[in-house]
């Protein structure tokens, strides 16, 4: 995004409601203070003359990257950038300021392809500039898509999400538009937790297994699985024991990945043709009704058809 669209963009700061603590006060009241300098002209004092916004926004995506969003307060970057608080003040109006800040980075990282006519290619390029922006940047998924946009980039990016099914049929529906590229997210979303929990298990696994022997190691892995095939209670398990399969494996992640996107994608790609279809219901072989899915006996109660007395307790299942 230029400087020059940056400076069209009238609503950088998404107003979060934050308690209105001593340092929110202080940081109001220095904040105040260097916007009347700099309406007089003045300049940064020292350092902050060579700062640029540039820079101050790169050292607090380095520190939230490494520590977490909550390692981030104007004095810790003005640290990090060799300077004094108050210079920050200069450049972002204050910490909220410089977080809306480091998501539009992110956000243009990301970077939605224009919308190119092939409404599955677009949303794949999507999902994997996404998963990697947040495999990056693994903090960012506590903010990412949970607000307004908050930036030139944030902005740019819904534009062409909202434009990539043009052309299907589907476009003039808002809500099913929105809820596609929406559930496109969530899915990459909850794929990247996923691959984090993967990495500290790993992590986990390999520190409590450090004073172990390869042959301990080994030994300790047979004897779970002769545990489960010995049981005769777990045969899928015992399966996918003996067959050397490791689902959680490093190398197979980018596949992994692939699939569930593959299927996620063959599932909208069914309901943008129905919709394309007026008055088509849904394919019912790709939309089973609910009661297929599920047994009879764990199914919800129906509500009753006419208002009475609550229904009496369930009997209790019979003992085996």
């Known amino acids: ?13 998404y107003q979060r409601p934050l308690p209105r603590s001593g340092k929110a006060t202080r940081e109001a009241r220095i904040a105040g203070h260097v916007a009347k300098h700099k309406e007089r002209g003045a300049r940064p004092p020292g350092r902050g003359q060579g700062l640029s916004l540039e820079e101050i926004v790169t050292a607090a995506i ?17 640290r990090e950038v060799n300077a004094g608080a108050m210079s920050l003040y200069w450049y972002v109006g204050s910490k909220e300021e410089l977080l809306d800040r ?31 922006a947040l495999t990056r940047h ?18 740019r990016n819904l534009e062409r999400l909202l434009g990539l099914i043009d052309g299907t049929g589907a476009e003039g529906d808002v ?41 301990e190691r080994e030994a300790q892995h047979e004897r779970f699985e002769e545990w489960v095939k010995a049981s005769g209670q777990f045969p899928h398990i015992a399966r ?5 399969v490791d689902p959680d494996a490093p190398e197979t992640r980018d596949e992994r ?18 919709h394309g279809r007026p008055g088509a219901p849904p394919a019912p072989d790709a939309f089973p009704a609910l009661p297929d899915l599920l047994p009879r006996d764990e199914l919800p109660p129906a509500p009753p058809a006419e208002p009475g007395p609550p229904p009496g307790p369930r009997a209790a299942p019979a003992a085996p």
């Open 1 to 13: 995004m230029s400087e020059s669209n940056e400076e069209q963009w009238p609503f950088f700061r």
């Open 102 to 132: 480091m998501l539009d980075r992110i956000e243009g990282e990301i970077e939605v392809p224009d919308p190119s006519g092939d409404w599955r290619a677009d949303l794949n390029v999507f999902a994997h500039r996404t998963r990697a």
């Open 175 to 215: 809500q099913l538009v929105f809820s596609v590229f929406s559930t496109v997210a969530t899915f990459v979303m909850g794929a990247v937790m996923r691959e984090a929990q993967e990495v500290r298990f790993q992590r986990d696994q390999d520190q409590a297994e450090a004073d172990m022997s390869p042959e």
């Open 240 to 244: 996918l024991v003996g067959s050397g």
């Open 257 to 274: 990945f692939q699939f569930g996107l593959d299927c996620l994608l063959d599932g909208l790609g069914v309901r943008l043709a129905s």
């Open 62 to 78: 380095a520190v939230a990257d490494a520590e977490g969003p909550d390692a981030i307060s104007m004095r810790r970057i003005a």
């Open 138 to 155: 693994r903090w960012a998924a506590d903010f990412i898509g949970s607000r307004p946009p908050t930036g030139p980039n944030d902005v």
